[in-house]
Structures are given as structure tokens and as C-alpha cells.
């Protein structure tokens, strides 16, 4: 795991770890069960594979996730949640549930 300074403030900290928009899909469409690469990439959608392959080496280096590469070719890697990525959770299940609800909201506002 990544040694860095951390914020003063827990919040901070949280969104330090998990900011980018695209830590939160990562996060997401890992909670079920461990991806390859590929599966990553097309759940996820409009990001780039340069992106994509960052965000998962800082998640990785932050230990959220663990990657493993099998020696085949072509390579084949796996990304799965540690169970500190998995303690997010609960925190995604909030977005989750508070998205809804604003969704549902706007559209009786419409």
C-alpha cells in the first residue's frame, strides 16, 4: 500500500482515495466479483484504456484492489476487490440510493 500524507479530515481522505468519477465505476462493477481488463473497459465505456489502466494502478498502490496476471498469451489480468476496497460498500450503496431518490425527485419535478 501506498505510504503518502493523508488529508487532516476523514472526508477528505475518502474522496483522496476514491475522487475520480471513474475510481467510483471501477469500484462499482467490481463489488460483485473479480474482472478482466476488458470487462472493465466495456462496463465502464467512454474511458480510455490509458485511463483506465492508471486509475487501476492508483487503486492498486492505495490498496483497493489486487491485480493478477496470468502467464498466457495474450496476457490475461484479473482486478478484484481487497476486503478494504470492499469496506467501500457501504458508501457506494448511499450514492446509490441518494442517486435514486434525486432522480426521482427531478423526474416529479420534471
Do not use: H
Request: charged share 25%; aromatic share 6%; proline share 6%.
Amino acid at each position: 500500500m501506498e505510504q503518502k500524507s493523508l488529508p487532516a479530515c476523514p472526508v477528505e481522505t475518502t474522496l483522496t482515495l476514491i475522487s475520480d468519477k471513474w475510481k467510483v465505476l471501477i469500484l462499482r462493477d467490481l463489488l460483485p466479483g473479480t474482472k478482466r481488463f476488458g470487462e472493465l473497459k466495456r462496463s465502464i465505456g467512454s474511458v480510455s484504456q490509458k485511463v483506465l489502466t492508471a486509475q487501476l494502478r492508483q487503486m492498486e498502490d492505495s490498496g483497493l484492489l489486487t491485480r493478477k496476471v496470468f502467464p498466457e498469451v495474450p496476457p490475461r489480468v484479473e482486478y478484484t476487490l481487497t476486503e478494504l476496497g470492499y469496506s467501500l460498500k457501504p458508501i457506494l450503496d448511499a450514492m446509490l440510493t441518494w442517486g435514486a431518490d434525486y432522480q426521482a425527485m427531478v423526474a416529479a419535478n420534471g
